[in-house]
């Protein structure tokens, strides 16, 4: 029964009792039947009081169970092991999306790197040789500024054993492809299998991200290097990766991975060891040596910039018709706490020209690098490349905080550069470069890069000394 029930209950009595009251009282009982309805009123609005409370008592009593439950539940679902194909979602130095069971893995990064750079070029500069068209003309070096690069990537693997990446660059203007392959890792014998567009084995220098080189551009040896083509390779690792191994049979092509020319193939090889290896890398020796043979049936063209990507090219073989040249790479570094250095030989030659006969161009540079900070190059034993540096405290500047500058690094490197054969005129020119540079790292994914370089150009045409001051402002994940 609930309460509205009883209430009418109650005055259905109260008015029974009354009426019956009034009809068997006289006059003088009326003030008695008054009392004895408001006695009544009085215990009805007590027995109202008393049902609410036992009825607020059972709605409290039947919430508290199904709170304790969803609680209960709550924390079986937090603590229960999460399914195997669940992705974790986290940052490390980049986004990275991992499955419970490890099976499948990607990574989502990019870089971009805004150059800024002045020059003080002579008079006697102006005046460029173009052996294409086999004429001069006059260019004004002109102080400027570009995005050398800014660039996105995913990599990643899936069930174990096949890893990926596809990089595009969006520096230029246009969506440049820079690497889209595929790998078999942990093939029987042979290691892993990479099928696809990426950088051929050749040059640590080459090799090495551009996230990663002491110096804004690359050394002027690297005019040689084949950088990326398409192509299958196989490279491993051995005792322990205190060696590296890689072979491959690659295709020329061009910057979206396409290539349909008859021959235009390479077979490229490159081997390092580490002799000497100790505290995680912190103290190091390495050798390597690389060759390729080159099939181009077609014409070879070697040029090269005084380091700087807004300068034009001083020296420049122009086309030279062949049929095949082989390279051959020399290579040597060595770490030693904060201290490294670092040096390439790199040789093109029995160039067999079909009008002047056999050629060779050579180059090579050497680099030094000290950590006023204390940290050291990071060095990576799987590849045979330099990585990425991490400072011992990250830049700090905050009110509140302890102050801290990050990672400083000052370097200096020689480079020279031989295009001139002696077998036809003008030559090529031969470049030699003085560069001095500072790195600020202010932490693993930001990094500030000064620059100064000073040119000696030695052409058959012309002749004289460019100094260039160049600085870059770096974020890569």
Not at 107 to 122: A, E, L, S, T
Request: proline fraction near 4%.
């Amino acid at each position: 029964m609930n309460i509205k029930c009883l209430r009418f209950a109650i005055a259905a009595v109260i008015a029974a009792s009354g009426l019956s009251s009034l009809s068997a009282a006289d006059g003088s009982d009326t003030e008695e039947v008054k009392v004895l309805i408001e006695a009544l009123q009085d215990r009805i609005s007590a027995l109202e009081e008393e049902l609410n409370r036992i009825k607020g008592a059972g709605v409290v009593a039947e919430r508290a169970p199904r709170d304790q439950v969803e609680k209960a539940d709550a924390q079986i679902a937090e603590n229960s092991p999460p399914e195997p194909n669940d992705f974790r979602v986290y940052w490390k130095e980049g986004l990275r999306f991992d499955t419970q069971d490890g099976r499948f893995k990607l990574k989502i990064g990019g870089r971009i790197q805004n150059d800024w750079v002045w020059y003080d070029q002579p008079k006697v500069l102006e005046y460029i040789w173009d052996p294409i068209a086999q004429a001069g003309a006059f260019v004004d070096t002109e102080d400027g500024t570009e995005f050398r690069r800014a660039r996105l990537f995913i990599s990643g693997t899936i069930y174990d054993d096949i890893s990926f990446k596809m990089q595009y660059d969006f520096a230029g203007g246009d969506a440049e492809l820079k690497d889209a392959f595929v790998q078999l890792e942990n093939v029987p014998y042979v290691g892993n299998v990479r099928v696809g567009r990426f950088k051929e084995p050749f040059s640590m220098e080459e090799l090495t991200s551009s996230k990663y080189t002491t110096f804004m551009e690359r050394a002027l040896p690297n005019a040689f290097a084949p950088g990326r083509n398409s192509g299958i390779m196989l490279h491993d690792t051995l005792f322990k990766e205190r060696m590296t191994w890689a072979v491959g049979i690659f295709k020329n092509v061009d910057d979206f991975g396409t290539g349909t020319d008859d021959g235009q193939s390479s077979l490229t090889a490159r081997v390092t060891g580490l002799p000497y290896y100790v505290d995680e890398g912190r103290k190091l020796i390495h050798l390597g040596a690389a060759y390729s043979v080159r099939n181009i049936d077609d014409t070879i063209r070697f040029r090269a910039r005084p380091e700087a990507h807004l300068a034009p090219r001083f020296i420049d073989t122009g086309n030279v018709l062949t049929g095949t040249y082989n390279l051959l790479g020399l290579e040597a570094a060595a770490v030693w706490g904060p201290f490294s250095i670092q040096g390439e030989y790199i040789r093109a030659d029995d160039i067999e020209s079909v009008l002047s006969g056999s050629r060779k161009y050579d180059g090579y540079y050497m680099e030094a690098s000290y950590f006023l900070t204390g940290e050291n190059r990071s060095y990576d034993t799987g590849t045979g490349e330099w990585g990425k540096i991490k400072p011992r405290r990250n830049f700090v500047f905050r009110k509140g905080e302890k102050r801290s500058w990050g990672a400083w690094q000052l370097a200096v490197r020689y480079s020279d550069i031989d295009l001139d054969s002696g077998y036809s005129f003008p030559g090529g020119g031969t470049e030699d470069n003085r560069s001095i540079g500072l790195n600020w790292y202010l932490n693993p994914n930001t990094k500030l890069m000064f620059n100064y370089i000073n040119t000696d150009i030695d052409h058959p045409l012309y002749s004289g000394d460019l100094d260039i001051f160049q600085t870059r402002f770096q974020l890569a994940f």
